[in-house]
């Protein structure tokens, strides 16, 4: 079995581990390790007596979106009903997205639900850019001259308010992405001897060590079940497929080697997402027909422990 992965530094993984504003080292492992994480010098507190708790998607102009994130947001909603942490659960879009959907719309209802504290959850993967500069920027925590004038020549509106807020990690904080793609593997491996397994991200030029870091415990995970090589490949939302995916796919149907495909977006299965390119005006650049392949079809938003994983950062955070 050969594992690709390319060289890793501790100095990656160490950012790896939370998102850069308002997180502390703590709150940046994952829900199961915090009771050994804290210490006797972190007092445990509650943020506020009414906290309201935010999950920040992306946004996209697909009107299927902003139905599937709030089925994330409705499954919270329902965690924190059994488990009250929060006074209100809220969901926001970063991009595509006017009131009553955007960022600041949300921070106006929790303001009018007299909220004294926010803590945001990024549901994104990976802490880039995104992360890091434009989400920080909107909640009104981070300002750059460039960052401003990028968010208002898309028209998205900065968070005004005196609430407090702090942000969680992403979703590649802890253990989420290895038991997700480790299920997603099973879920479609016959004969693991036979079959190289392939996991697809969207990824970023300027992370790339950074995402690599943060797959890394996934890909390890998903080679103990014993697949004859396991690889892993960036391709945007579709742009570098044909450049990045399809060789790998071609150079184990050579080797006579099935290929099983898992893709780690948060509202696409690899089954959905391989679908949509071999369609489209670039459907014969990105077409994987007459090889050996399969996807798997689940979506890390649909995952079953995404949602409580999503509860648990919160909550987690809310007592720091």
Same mark, same amino acid.
């Given at each position: 079995?050969?594992?690709?992965?390319?060289?890793?530094?501790?100095?990656?993984?160490?950012?790896?581990?939370?998102?850069?504003?308002?997180?502390? #080292?703590?709150? !940046?492992?994952?829900?199961?390790?915090? $009771?050994?994480?804290?210490? #006797?010098?972190?007092?445990?507190?509650? /943020?506020?007596? &009414?906290?309201?708790?935010?999950?920040? =998607?992306?946004?996209?102009?697909?009107?299927?979106?902003?139905?599937?994130?709030?089925?994330?947001?409705?499954?919270?909603?329902?965690?924190?009903?059994?488990?009250?942490? =929060?006074?209100?659960? %809220?969901?926001?879009?970063?991009?595509?997205?006017?009131? *009553?959907? +955007?960022?600041?719309?949300?921070? &106006? /209802?929790?303001?009018? !639900?007299?909220?004294?504290?926010?803590?945001?959850?990024?549901?994104?993967?990976? *802490?880039?850019?995104?992360?890091?500069?434009?989400?920080?920027?909107?909640?009104?925590?981070? $300002?750059?001259?460039?960052?401003?004038?990028?968010?208002?020549?898309?028209?998205?509106?900065?968070?005004?308010? &005196?609430?407090?807020?702090? $942000?969680? *990690?992403?979703?590649?904080?802890?253990?989420?992405?290895?038991?997700?793609?480790?299920?997603?593997? /099973?879920?479609?491996?016959?004969?693991? @001897?036979?079959?190289?397994?392939?996991?697809? !991200?969207?990824?970023?030029?300027?992370?790339?060590?950074?995402?690599?870091?943060?797959?890394?415990?996934?890909?390890? $995970?998903?080679? /103990?079940?014993?697949? +004859?090589?396991? +690889?892993?490949?960036?391709?945007?939302?579709?742009?570098?497929?044909?450049?990045?995916?399809?060789?790998?796919? %071609?150079?184990?149907?050579? +080797?006579? &080697?099935?290929?099983?495909?898992?893709?780690?977006?948060?509202?696409?299965?690899?089954?959905?997402?391989?679908?949509?390119?071999?369609?489209?005006?670039?459907?014969? @650049?990105?077409?994987?027909?007459?090889?050996?392949?399969?996807?798997?079809?689940?979506?890390?938003?649909?995952?079953?422990?995404?949602?409580?994983?999503?509860?648990?950062?919160?909550?987690?955070?809310?007592?720091?």
């Amino acid at each position: 079995m050969k594992l690709c992965l390319p060289k890793l530094t501790l100095a990656l993984a160490a950012l790896a581990s939370c998102f850069v504003v308002g997180a502390s #080292p703590v709150a !940046a492992h994952s829900p199961q390790k915090s $009771a050994d994480a804290a210490t #006797p010098a972190v007092e445990l507190v509650p /943020r506020g007596e &009414k906290t309201a708790l935010l999950l920040i =998607f992306h946004g996209s102009p697909s009107p299927s979106w902003p139905k599937f994130t709030g089925k994330i947001v409705d499954r919270v909603r329902a965690l924190n009903e059994k488990n009250p942490v =929060f006074a209100v659960v %809220e969901g926001a879009q970063m991009e595509f997205s006017k009131a *009553p959907n +955007d960022i600041a719309s949300a921070y &106006k /209802r929790i303001e009018e !639900a007299t909220c004294d504290a926010v803590v945001a959850v990024p549901v994104f993967i990976y *802490p880039t850019s995104h992360v890091q500069f434009d989400v920080a920027a909107i909640l009104g925590i981070y $300002a750059s001259a460039e960052t401003r004038a990028a968010l208002a020549d898309e028209g998205i509106a900065v968070v005004r308010s &005196k609430l407090p807020t702090v $942000a969680t *990690p992403t979703l590649a904080s802890g253990d989420l992405l290895k038991n997700f793609v480790v299920a997603e593997a /099973r879920s479609i491996s016959k004969s693991p @001897k036979n079959e190289r397994l392939l996991v697809i !991200a969207h990824g970023d030029e300027g992370y790339a060590g950074l995402v690599d870091a943060l797959n890394e415990d996934a890909l390890q $995970a998903a080679a /103990r079940l014993g697949f +004859d090589r396991v +690889d892993a490949a960036f391709c945007g939302i579709g742009q570098t497929f044909a450049e990045n995916v399809k060789p790998i796919v %071609e150079a184990n149907d050579r +080797d006579g &080697k099935k290929t099983l495909i898992v893709a780690i977006y948060v509202a696409s299965s690899a089954e959905s997402f391989v679908a949509r390119l071999q369609k489209g005006e670039n459907a014969a @650049k990105n077409s994987l027909e007459g090889l050996n392949y399969e996807c798997s079809k689940g979506a890390l938003g649909d995952f079953d422990e995404t949602a409580p994983w999503i509860f648990e950062l919160g909550r987690e955070a809310s007592l720091f």
